[in-house]
């Protein structure tokens, strides 16, 4: 398969009015019968005001496509 040089997708959204001042935060994906892989390469956060902006040129490459061992 072909990996990308940059994301695909980007989207910025204001979480404030659900997140508490304490909790968890993570991630999920699913597919049906197809492996997949998914990278969170970066990621900003900031409670009461604007979290930092990226710096998308010194985000890590996205890992090259691998042999399976079985």
Partial sequence: SIVPNHSLVSYSMDLS???????????????????????ILAWSFMMDGKAPELDLSRLPSIPQACTPLW
């Fill in 17 to 39: 009015p659900i997140l508490l001042e304490h909790m968890y935060v993570g991630f999920s994906t699913g597919i049906q019968k197809l492996e997949s892989k998914h990278y």
